[in-house]
């Protein structure tokens, strides 16, 4: 019904649609914020300009217009825009999307499919879209907030452009808001602090951004509203992240790699992050623990001391008291000095016992609890090293026959130098009794 009243040029009865929806932009170079790809080289605005789609998938976080990009190229191209949502929709909806597809394209009219949420459907129902896509019965043009490398079909990917949309920024909302005050022809109850504070709010969405303008423009006061009289009147958007996607993983890493690169500044940032967005303190606490080990190691030994006692406190204050040692942890590891000597000396161990079998220990450092297994000449000539003169007897540990490698080369930072300079010694006590 609303869309006769909107072809008629009327307004339908009842309260008016979201400012968001009035605000729709009507042509492909309104979109604010993804020049990238609508701006004269961009190329959606090249498909757009030839007439002529490929399939293609949006991603891109909510509220930067992904949607709205898939209703203009449809009109700019002249192709009929046609429009389901995974949330909702099954199998029936995708046969009767299909079929009116067909129906259009033997009357020699193009469809655009518009699949919003595309990443819900299962993949099954994904591979259904395969040869309709091939046919060319649609051009689909999915929409997710989702990695989709992760979420989609390679099949289905092998078949799609992906296309990228940003994350509005700070110029894209400010235009944006000049658009809302454009629009209803009057400005923002804001001092500039509070016009930034609300940007700052919508977290780079703008259809949020717009529902707070809207909220702001209702309340028809005179008086400029400073920061914290808005803050009373709107909520701050939640941070993007759900703990289960990629989001979880690309803050993980990001934590991880500031730790690594030694900038405590940033990894507070990143810990900071993760926990205002809903992470579990003993997950963090698990991966610090680990990094210990694996980037700073034998450099800093007091790193596995600080983040397993981090791990405890927590356990012992929960949040947020016990959200400073995971803190501390963070910035004693970015400052610390890193080695993975340790974890890469692991990692070529294991594989040469992989490689290397059942080989038994040499006779001499074999446990010999029985006559027998002494008759055997277990045990024999063991010496103990902290009875030599030098504390160091430089026997061999190795299996019989296995030539000695080399796994754990430390690189000499921090309290690795003095294990280095001792491994360098003991080296050379070892050549100088085997004649070498």
């Known amino acids: 019904m609303s869309d006769l009243f909107e072809a008629a040029g009327l307004t339908p009865p009842g309260p008016p649609p979201p400012l ?15 020049d990238h790809l609508l701006g004269a080289d961009g190329p959606i605005a090249r498909m757009a300009t030839a007439h002529r789609l490929s399939s293609m998938i949006l991603w891109g976080p909510p509220g930067t217009g992904k949607t709205t990009i898939a209703r203009l190229l449809a009109d700019a191209a002249g192709y009929e825009f046609q429009q389901i949502s995974a949330v909702f929709s099954g199998v029936a909806d995708l046969k009767k999307a299909f079929e009116a597809a067909r129906m259009r394209r033997a009357a020699g ?22 040869p309709f896509v091939e046919s060319g019965v649609v051009t689909l043009v999915g929409a997710t907030t989702e990695n989709p490398s992760f979420e989609l079909n390679g099949a289905l990917l092998s078949r799609c452009q992906v296309y990228v949309l940003r994350r509005l920024d700070y110029a894209a909302l400010s235009e944006l808001l000049s658009k809302a005050e454009a629009f209803e022809s009057r400005t923002l109850p804001l001092d500039p602090a509070a016009r930034d504070a609300m940007i700052s709010m919508a977290d780079g969405d703008g259809r949020y951004l717009l529902s707070l303008a809207e909220t702001l423009f209702t309340i028809a ?16 958007r939640s941070p993007a992240y759900d703990k289960d996607r990629e989001e979880h993983y690309n803050l993980i890493s990001a934590l991880h790699k500031s730790v690594r690169g030694s ?8 810990l900071a992050r993760m926990l205002d967005g809903g992470e579990d303190p003993l997950f963090i606490a698990r991966r610090l623990v680990r990094m210990a080990s694996e980037d700073i190691g034998a450099a800093d030994p007091l790193s596995l001391l600080v983040t397993t006692a981090a791990k405890d406190a927590y356990d012992f204050l929960g949040s947020p008291e016990g959200e400073l040692a995971l803190a501390q942890a963070c910035v004693h590891m970015a400052c610390a000095p890193k080695s993975n000597a340790v974890y890469k000396a692991f990692g070529a161990a294991r594989k040469l016992a992989k490689d290397t079998g059942s080989l038994m220990p040499p006779a001499h450092i074999r446990n010999a609890p029985t006559r027998l297994m002494k008759d055997l000449g277990y045990g024999k000539g063991y010496q103990y090293d902290p009875d030599t003169a030098e504390g160091f007897s430089g026997q061999n540990y190795f299996p019989d026959g296995l030539e000695r490698p080399v796994f754990y080369r430390p690189k000499g930072e921090g309290a690795e130098a003095r294990v280095k300079d001792r491994l360098d010694r003991w080296t050379a006590i070892r050549a100088g009794k085997s004649g070498h």
Do not use: C
Not at 27 to 32: F, G, H, K, P, S
Not at 118 to 123: G, K, L, M, P, Y
């Open 20 to 34: 968001a929806d009035r605000l729709r932009p009507r042509a492909l170079e309104e979109v604010v914020g993804q």
């Open 109 to 130: 009219k193009a469809t655009l499919l518009f699949v919003d949420e595309i990443h819900r459907f299962n993949r099954a129902q994904q591979d259904g879209f395969l």
């Open 221 to 236: 006061t005179d008086t400029l509203l400073d920061v914290a009289a808005m803050s009373q009147i709107l909520q701050r």
């Open 263 to 270: 900038d405590p500044d940033a990894a507070l940032y990143w």
